[in-house]
């Protein structure tokens, strides 16, 4: 069966600080896998996308990793800040489906 | 550009009425989708489209229906609330299917109660 799976389920850090969120995958066969970040009300917002041959990625302060053999990814956030609260999802897509497979998430606080 | 928009951004209804939620995307987009996301779990596809026209179902169907009769816009109709679909309903469009890479656009959501 198709599933993501996502560590830790919740994160409190301290502004300023780094954190790195983790997700396990059994989506077979791959396609590319997505983050997403989603702000408590609103709507998901993607992050970075990957496809098999890439390993990293970044957006600003958010770098992803891939793994496909071990088919792990991490997204790794730098000097956090308040306005990085929220939840982070980790999203899988088949190569033969026309479907994304989510992870429930990670939420992060950040403090001051 | 607007982007992905929602209505309504809110909504009770009582057990057995019907109603229609709202989705518009002006982006040009051919695949559009629904999701509902509950507390604890990942969202879920309920329908999707990837043309004007063309419909399938996702992995959580039953009590919803879709048409899509322009690219621009994908209604998703409850045919007689349940207590069970007071849920968090996303509305998302891209250029094509996301086996390919293309990226997705989520709507702002509506947030439905059914009493």
């Known amino acids: 069966k198709n599933q993501v799976e996502q560590s830790p389920q919740s994160l409190i850090i301290l502004e300023g600080k780094n954190c790195t969120l983790q997700c396990n995958y059994t989506v077979s066969p791959f396609s590319n896998l997505r983050w997403y970040k989603q702000d408590t009300g609103r709507g998901p917002v993607s992050l970075t996308i990957m496809t098999f041959s890439e390993n990293t990625k970044s957006n600003g302060r958010y770098t992803a990793t891939l793994d496909a053999d071990t088919k792990q990814s991490s997204l790794h956030i730098t000097a956090s800040q308040l306005s990085d609260s929220a939840s982070y999802i980790c999203?899988?897509?088949?190569?033969?489906?026309?479907?994304?497979?989510f992870g429930t998430g990670t939420r992060l606080q950040v403090f001051p | 550009n607007a982007g992905v928009t929602q209505t309504p951004k809110f909504q009770v209804l009582k057990t057995g009425q019907s109603m229609t939620l709202q989705c518009a995307q002006d982006m040009n987009h051919e695949y559009m989708s629904w999701y509902r996301q509950d507390p604890g779990m990942g969202l879920r596809l309920i329908h999707y489209s990837v043309g004007a026209g063309i419909t399938d179902q996702g992995e959580v169907p039953n009590g919803y229906n879709v048409s899509r009769s322009t690219t621009e816009d994908f209604p998703l109709r409850l045919l007689s609330a349940a207590p069970s679909q007071t849920s968090v309903y996303f509305c998302?469009?891209?250029?094509?299917?996301?086996?390919?890479?293309?990226?997705?656009?989520f709507g702002p959501g509506t947030r439905l109660t059914v009493t």
């Open positions: 998302a469009s891209s250029h094509t299917g996301p086996g390919l890479g293309y990226e997705q656009y």
């Open positions: 999203v899988v897509s088949a190569s033969n489906t026309d479907k994304l497979i």
